[in-house]
């Protein structure tokens, strides 16, 4: 998890064009403090996440472990659309069914 934060902690500065001193100024942290955070090293309070979001004109959210993936490829600029590399419905039907003989294949 905290490596995850970290990465989005430090996309959002990007995005936002604030370098990550100013954030630690702006959530009155150390810079022993903000990295001990971030690396996990320390526990988190929640009033400390609320803090850091406020601070990057974000939330924080629990997402259910079923709707993970969904949202780590939406955080990476994956979006959700389908994958075309994958199998269709139909293709997976066809390629499980037993080969046919066609009529003229009989001898």
Do not use: C, H
């Not at 472990?65 to 269709?88: C, F, H, I, M, Q």
């Amino acid at each position: 998890m905290a490596t995850l934060l970290f990465k989005q902690i430090d996309a959002l500065l990007f995005q936002r064009g604030t370098s990550a001193e100013v954030f630690r100024n702006r959530v009155e942290m150390t810079p022993d403090e903000l990295v001990e955070t971030l690396a996990g090293k320390r526990d988190i309070a929640s009033s400390t996440l609320d803090k850091l979001a406020m601070e990057l004109n974000s939330e924080w959210v629990l997402v259910p472990k079923e709707n993970l993936t969904t949202v780590r490829r939406l955080l990476e600029g994956k979006g959700v659309e389908p994958d075309y590399s994958a199998l269709s419905a139909a293709e997976l039907y066809l390629a499980a069914r037993p080969a046919t003989r066609k009529p003229s294949d009989e001898k």
